[in-house]
């Protein structure tokens, strides 16, 4: 079925054994100072061992003040090769190809992540999120960056890379220049395109002449900006052509820069959103030409091969859920394949939150190669565990693999926990697939399941499990407000299930997640009014969702206290003010606790009681699935 999918491709002298790339992506995994470790190395062999046909790293960079995050690769000094030289023996043992991706930030980055220094920019307007003023760069310090990507580039072809890509994307310093929304300069490297252009003109020729005609050379750009007055379709039209004149032998068409208010947003919603623009620059250029973003499935991407839309195809993100894609698609095991649900709670969110490295919800493994061993265990153990949630199965599943005898118990009739309602607010749709992953998995492992069955302490004493992981997750907090009892008072959970209709006035208690994403849900009825009320002084920052809420015509109070539910209104507090807001159906959304009753009546029954994710403390399904993971390795 996927002939082309699996076919050879050529870029320049090197040929890739398919068509199937990990895009580069941060991950965060090494040193400080730009050196390799074995974790880096461990996870991208992972994909290597899957079959990616080529792998472009992380942007390593090209000067110790080139850096947009702390802990990302460099080849700015010889010391550094050693450990590169590793990491392209260690691919080299399989089919795989390695490219290596040369940058620098430029005005995205910040003192705390490039050695205490502004950072630089062709002119001096700052990044969106990282709201440092960046330094104008001299021309004799663009020269020296020109300098310092050609040794950049010599360093990674004597660590064996087999090619080098160069970034021209995401806003970064090249992009900037490239860009009329960043670049207000009036030398020769401002103002026209091809003084805009000047600098890669520059880099380009400074990596040939350093790699000399037999080393690849391809770039990755961004065919929008996604800003007012920044750079279009049409301009990366006329940019391709000219990049292939330069002598760049392939492109890796991406889109957008950091900044919220990136208009293209919305478009990341949708699968392989820059396919079209990959199209229409494949019209008019002769060297291979690879789309990104969001291709997820083999049949789209050996849809788009077979029909001349693509040669290449990135599949950055596919590849953190299942390394192993490749492999499972070319042996035909479709439902065996992890699947990237968009929840960007372990890349993006991994890289900008309290973790700063990349994971992975539906493959909590991920950047953990390096340590997790899935070899049977020696001393096998029966094994409980109470609760179908995300968290429960994830142990169940990895238990199950390491040799251990699992049963789950669940006390509904269906597994997956809060990960079932979590597919129903717009958005959400894709997290089924995982839901249906872990379930097959389940199956898949004769994993003992035990549906409508409550594990107890009688259960416990009478077939005595080695080890009972409790994953019970949470229960809703309901706070002792007057008219909270009332029949039109209803569960968020129960309200996205269908479990319960709703009226035509809704007011839903609670900014939180859970809480917009029903709001979200109800205002995309079309069938009244929704109303949000919130005790602090914001709601969950999420863009897309608080967008969706804007279109809808949500009403959203901050600062805003329930005090009383009425038959047919609610009665809250803005301050020293009362006010009423009517409602047929009040929805609650005031999060989760811990609902961990069994490892207390355990205490005395198994010595091996291990309690996780919501049961513990209450989190989101990366926490849950992470625990899982970790909870069952240790056993």
């Known amino acids: 079925m996927y002939k082309n999918l699996f076919s050879p491709m050529r870029i320049g002298n090197c040929e890739i054994p398919n068509r199937l790339v990990v895009t580069a992506m941060v991950t965060n995994y090494c040193t400080e100072d730009g050196f390799v470790t074995d974790r880096f190395i461990k996870y991208h062999e992972e994909k290597a061992k899957g079959g990616w046909g080529l792998i472009i790293t992380e942007d390593y960079a090209v000067n110790e003040m080139a850096k947009g995050y702390s802990h990302i690769p460099g080849l700015y000094k010889d010391e550094q090769i050693e450990g590169s030289k590793k990491l392209t023996d260690a691919i080299h043992k399989y089919e795989s190809k390695i490219f290596c991706q040369i940058y620098h930030p430029g005005r995205q980055s910040n003192q705390f992540v490039n050695g205490g220094k502004q950072p630089v920019a062709p002119s001096a307007i700052p990044c969106p999120w990282l709201k440092e003023i960046p330094r104008e760069l001299t021309v004799e310090e663009i020269l020296q960056i020109v300098e310092d990507f050609g040794d ?26 490239m860009s009329p929304h960043t670049n207000k300069r009036v030398d020769e490297y401002g103002g026209c395109f091809s003084n805009r252009l000047r600098i890669v003109k520059e880099v380009y020729e ?74 229409e620059i494949k019209q008019v250029v002769n ?6 973003n969001r291709i997820t499935t083999a049949g789209l991407a050996e849809a788009l091969i077979s029909g001349g839309k693509a040669d290449l195809i990135g599949m950055g993100r596919t590849s953190l859920a299942d390394p192993h894609f490749p492999n499972k698609v070319k042996k035909g095991k479709l439902s065996s394949v992890r699947h990237c649900i968009n929840c960007n709670l372990g890349c993006f969110g991994g890289i900008l939150g309290p973790r700063g490295h ?17 070899s049977k265990s020696n001393d096998p153990k029966k094994v409980f565990i109470a609760g179908g949630g995300p968290g429960g199965l994830q ?18 009739s269906q597994l997956g926990g809060q990960l079932l309602s ?91 997640e859970v809480g917009i994403e029903t709001a979200a849900f109800e205002a995309t009825k079309e069938n ?83 309690v996780i994710a919501g049961a513990n403390k209450t989190g989101n399904a990366l926490d849950a699935t992470i625990e899982g993971l970790d909870v069952a390795m240790s056993l």
């Not at 990349?358 to 899935?374: A, K, Q």
């Not at 142990?395 to 509904?412: D, I, L, R, S």
Request: hydrophobic letters at 40%.
């Open 152 to 177: 950049c580039a010599l360093r990674a072809k004597k660590s064996g890379f087999d090619g080098v890509e160069v970034h021209l994307a995401h806003g970064y310093l090249l992009a900037e220049f």
């Open 206 to 279: 400074n990596v040939r002449s350093k790699v000399g005609d037999d080393f690849p050379i391809i770039c990755r750009f961004s065919s929008r900006d996604g800003f007012m007055g920044g750079r279009t379709l049409m301009d990366s039209i006329e940019l391709a052509q000219y990049l292939e004149a330069l002598g760049f032998q392939a492109l890796d068409i991406s889109q957008g820069m950091y900044g919220d208010y990136n208009n293209l947003d919305n478009d990341t919603l949708r699968h392989g959103f820059t396919v079209l623009d990959a199209d």
């Open 287 to 292: 060297i291979p030409v690879m789309p990104t």
């Open 358 to 374: 990349v994971t992975c919800l539906v493959n909590p493994s991920v950047g953990r190669e390096y340590e997790l061993d899935f």
């Open 395 to 412: 142990a169940a599943v990895t238990a199950a693999q390491k040799g251990h005898h699992v049963t789950v118990f669940e006390k509904k």
């Open 422 to 512: 979590a597919a129903y607010p717009p958005t959400k749709g894709e997290v089924a697939q995982f839901t249906a992953w872990l379930i097959q998995e389940v199956k898949n492992l004769n994993i003992a399941l035990r549906l409508n069955t409550i594990l107890t302490k009688e259960l416990v004493d009478s077939e005595k499990p080695d080890v009972v992981i409790v994953a019970t997750g949470g229960s809703p907090i309901i706070p002792p407000i007057k008219g909270i009892t009332k029949p039109h008072v209803v569960l968020a959970e129960d309200v996205l299930l269908g479990k319960v209709s709703t009226g035509n006035k809704v007011v839903v208690c609670g900014g939180g």
């Open 528 to 610: 009244g009014s929704v109303t949000v009320i919130e005790m602090m002084d914001h709601t969950h920052k999420n863009l897309r969702l608080n967008q969706l809420l804007d279109m809808y015509g949500v009403t959203v109070n901050i600062n805003t206290k329930l005090s009383e539910i009425a038959d047919s209104h609610v009665i809250v507090e803005q301050g020293p003010f009362k006010r009423v807001i009517e409602a047929d159906t009040v929805i609650l959304a005031f999060g989760y606790k811990p609902l961990n009753i069994l490892a207390d009546e355990l205490k005395d029954t198994c010595q091996d009681v291990r």
